[in-house]
């Protein structure tokens, strides 16, 4: 007898408890510094064509930072 697993949209499988203290700071760390980032480079240097990739390492760095 199998025991199935309660699933959220579709057939995508809820994750387990124990991985919560993990992926919920993960996803919350990504939004929160890509946000502020953005809007502090975007105050800061205004929108240019490197903008982007000029941003997307800023995040890059101040995830590493706020994940921790």
């Keep these: 007898m199998t ?5 959220i949209i579709g057939n995508i499988p809820k994750l387990p408890a124990k991985f919560v203290g993990w992926v919920m700071p993960f ?4 939004l929160m510094s890509g946000i ?3 809007i502090n480079m975007l105050r800061n240097l205004g929108w240019s064509d490197t903008f982007l990739s000029l941003w997307f390492s800023a995040w890059m760095m101040s995830w590493a930072i706020a994940y921790p």
Excluded: N, V, Y
């Excluded at 025991?3 to 699933?7: D, H, L, S």
């Excluded at 996803?27 to 990504?30: A, G, I, N, P, T």
């Design 3 to 7: 025991t199935e697993r309660p699933k």
């Design 27 to 30: 996803f919350l760390s990504c």
């Design 36 to 38: 502020i980032s953005f």
